[in-house]
């Protein structure tokens, strides 16, 4: 599976921002898809993630803020921010909980990655 994100940018304190982030390859094997963020210095944290059967869970910073979503398909994850705030600003990543038969008709694990987004909010 591989995850392509995009829509991070610059926006003003109080705007919106939409994010997504599509999988493609055997994306029948994704369960839960997140979206993380890492602030420079900081760990990397969970925003919000969002279960095949549409469960949602937020971080408690971002909860009435921001919305996790996914398409019918189940291959593309959006995360719509709004009222950003400068504390938001971070690189978010999107990831996905994956679990496929192996070769050995074992059960395997895993968690793919997408790359980076920049997103960045100016007071």
């Known amino acids: 599976v591989q995850l392509q994100a995009c829509g991070g940018g610059l926006v003003q304190g109080g705007g919106s921002l939409r994010l997504s982030c599509a999988a493609s390859g055997n994306s029948n094997s994704i369960r839960t898809m997140e979206w993380y963020r890492q602030a420079p210095g900081n760990e990397r944290e969970l925003v919000a993630s969002i279960a095949t059967g549409g469960h949602t869970n937020y971080a408690e910073s971002v909860k009435g803020r921001f919305t996790i979503s996914r398409d019918n398909a189940g291959n593309t994850v959006y995360l719509q921010m709004n009222n950003l705030k400068p504390e938001d600003t971070a690189v978010y990543y999107c990831?996905?909980?994956?679990?496929?038969?192996?070769?050995?008709?074992?059960?395997?694990?895993?968690?793919?990655w997408g790359q980076g987004t920049q997103v960045t909010v100016s007071s």
């Open positions: 990831a996905a909980d994956v679990v496929f038969l192996n070769s050995n008709s074992e059960f395997v694990a895993l968690r793919a």
